[in-house]
Structure formats: structure tokens, C-alpha cells
């Protein structure tokens, strides 16, 4: 009997070793052409990410640059540097980040979902000039993001600024000229440009799925006496729930990972934001480039990846019923 099961196991795996080739022979162009991609993103992002966590475990600095990836091994210290040395400035200026790219991640999140959705709701109805419409809420996304941190920047000054300008000298809402690129307000100084440019996107995907959307289930409700609100709740939401689930995930990855408004707004690069300002970007592009602190730089930056894989594994089991192909 043993031997029956021993044989028929190696039976199976043989079939099954048999099968793989076989499906490797029938398919050599197509793993041909994937090949390419394949080796593009194994020395683009797989060598790379394998290198930057093992500079995280090395004392790297500008003293033992010359070293590079011989530098002095030193375990857990620069995770230590990061989070718990309360002595270090590079510790305070993490936790500094960590608590505006939270803050920052949230509420450009929620905006560019919530403000998306309403733009895409407007322009579905069919009205005169919807194509040209269309089309001018889409330039914001045309921009590139390095140029919307510098003319956001202008636009910021306190004296000369539009924003200013247009609110305390013709409006009159503001009772004095309020500095936005210093202090609490440096927080609201990068979350509004990011709004602004990232609304096209999420509004372009919520129309694609606003028109996936039978018109029949709305005149089947009007049938049965909903109204407008019953009618989003209950249709609109629920059948946009696979669209909500992919713009919630590109946005919480593009925010927590965001960089270009910030360090152009703020210039020289990442520059000097400010407690309010600084995001965990250009926070670890700082301590790593400027400052030439290579290990804990790569230690933030390995404490970050966790943290986003921890994230994409929390959207991915709330969502992954409404990913499934039925």
C-alpha cells in the first residue's frame, strides 16, 4: 500500500514537472516578451530595494562613503536613530513627517475622492460645452507636479501673493495677510495643491465608472418611488465600489510617497519645509543626500515600505470581494 502511494506521489510530480515545461515550450514567445519587463523590474526595483535594506543595517555616512557597501555593519542602530533616540534630530524630524504625511494622506484622500465623484457626477449630464468642460478640468493633471509646486509657491507669499491678495485686499475674508509657507498654515500650503492636481484623475475615474452604470437600474428606482440620495446610496455607491477601491489605493500610495510639490515649493530641492511642512520624503531625501546620513535614511525609508505594504494588505482585505471578476 505504501508503495503504491509512494509511487503514484512521484507520479503526480513528474506529470506535474512535465506539465510546467510543457507549458513553458508552448508559450516561449510569450515568457520571451515578458522577459524584457521582467529583468527591467529586476534591476530597477528589486536590486535596488535588497541594496537600500542593507544599507540600512551599515554605519554609511559621508566618512565611510568610500566603503559604500563595505561600511561598518551595525545591526538595528539607525532603526534606533529613527525611532526611539530622542537625542537625535533625525528622529525628530521623522516623527515630524510621519505626523504631517498622515494629515497630509488623509485629507487630500478624502477631497480628491469626495470633490472627484461630485465633478464626475456633474459632468455626466449631458449639457451644451460638456466636451470643452471636460477638457479644461483636466489641465490641472497636464501640470507637471515639480511646476505646481513652484507657482503654488508664488501664489503663496504673503504680500505679493494671489491668494492673499484675492482674500484680504478684494474680498475682504481674511482680516490680515496670513503667512502660508511658515508655520501651522504650511500644512494647508501643500494639501490644497495636491488637491487641486489630483481631481482630474480621480474624477476621470469615477466617470469611467459612472458611465459602466446601466441607465435601467436608475428608471427601475424612479419606478419604485426613490429619490436622487436613495438612488446613490443604494445604485451609484454600491456598483462604484470597485472604482472607489482602486482610487483609494493609488492615492494613498501616490500621497504617502509624494515629494515634487514640496520640494519645489519650498526650493533647493527638498530645502527646509518646516515642522509643517516636511513630508517623510523629503524628510529622508534630506537626512540621505544633504545630510549624507545613507543608514538611517535607508532605515526610514525600509520603516516606511513596511508601514505602505501593512496599509495594501488592510485595502486589500476590505476590498478584495469587490476585485474579484464575477
Known sequence: MDIQLKKSSIGVKKKSTGDLLYSIKQNLFAYALLLPAFLGMLFIHFIPMINGIRISFLNLNMKTMKQFLNAPFVGLQNYYEVLFNKESLIRTGFWNALRNTGIYTVVVTLCTLGF???????VNREFKGKGLVRTALLMPWVVPSYVVGIVWGFLWFQDSGLINVIFH?????????PFWLVGRNQIWAIIIPTIWRGLPMSMILMLAGLQSISPD??????????NGWQQFRNITLPLLKPILSINIMFSLINNIYSYNIVSMMFG????????????????????????WQFGPGAAAMVIVMFFVLIIVALWYLFFKEDLVIK
Not at 116 to 122: R, S
Not at 169 to 177: E, M, Q, R, V
Not at 269 to 282: N, Q, V
Open 217 to 226: 437600474y436608475y428608471e427601475a428606482a424612479e419606478i419604485d418611488g426613490a
Open 116 to 122: 472627484g465623484l461630485i465633478m464626475a457626477m456633474l
Open 268 to 291: 533647493n530641492g527638498a530645502g527646509i519645509p518646516g515642522d509643517w511642512g516636511d513630508l517623510l520624503m523629503t524628510n529622508i531625501h534630506r537626512n540621505s543626500f544633504q545630510l
Open 169 to 177: 485686499d478684494i474680498l475682504h475674508i481674511f482680516p490680515t495677510k
